[in-house]
């Protein structure tokens, strides 16, 4: 199984701030084929199940802010959120779609300081 | 917009299967992969596995033994079955669409709770 590594647990950012959560997989999820890396990155609030931020690493999905940004290849990414609102206070998650079984990392702790 | 929704049981006993349904509406179950995902409480999330619509399947290998999904094309539905259950089973259950079989997770379902306790 690959394994996703976040970093840091939790995080707390003043409004309008950039907060930086990393994520870091056990091996390479860069497809050399068609050179796309296979990694997502879901927004959970409480109570709620995970909402689809961003697809291919650095795809945002439609409708989300683009303050949301994302970065990184092979094995090492990043998801800035660009200036801080206070409705971004959730649990951010990666995950790994390159191979089964899909794996995610153990969520950020996004709070506002 | 496909939407899903999750039904079954919110309490099983130890030993004994959970079973549960995802309702899929406003598009057809003969398209995407349909997943399961499970959150136990105040943890992160674990992928259990998929179906597709033809009745092919993939499974967590760490869950393999106890799972089986299956699906119901005329009522747009699919199922989670998970044997000898313990309180370890205890979790937020989700289901899910991907496009493919390796592919990010959306829509979701709103998740159902299942408990298993005595």
């Not at chain 1, 994302?70 to 779609?97: H, K, M, N, P, R």
């Amino acid at each position: 199984d690959i394994v996703m590594t976040q970093s840091p647990d939790s995080l707390a950012v003043s409004l309008g701030e950039r907060a930086t959560i990393n994520c870091k997989s056990s091996q390479s999820v860069l497809y050399s084929s068609n050179n796309n890396n296979y990694l997502a990155w879901y927004q959970q609030k409480p109570g709620q199940p995970p909402k689809l931020l961003l697809y291919w690493a650095s795809t945002r999905e439609s409708g989300v802010p683009d303050r949301f940004s994302g970065s990184g290849s092979g094995t090492d990414f990043t998801l800035t959120i660009s200036s801080l609102q206070a409705e971004d206070v959730a649990v951010y998650y990666c995950q790994q779609y390159y191979s089964l079984p899909h794996t995610f990392g153990q969520g950020t702790k996004l709070e506002i300081k | 917009q496909v939407q899903l929704q999750e039904s079954g049981p919110g309490l099983v006993k130890p030993s004994e299967t959970l079973s549960l349904t995802c309702t899929v509406s406003g598009g057809s179950i003969r398209s995407f992969y349909w997943n399961w995902i499970r959150q136990p409480p105040g943890k992160g999330l674990e992928w259990i596995g998929y179906i597709y619509y033809s009745g092919i399947t993939n499974y967590n290998p760490s869950l393999m033994s106890r799972v089986t999904m299956s699906v119901d094309t005329s009522k747009n539905q699919f199922s989670l079955k998970l044997s000898s259950v313990t309180a370890a089973d205890t979790a937020v259950y989700y289901c899910a669409t991907a496009a493919e079989a390796y592919n990010w997770f959306g829509p979701w379902g709103q998740g159902i709770l299942v408990t298993v306790s005595s």
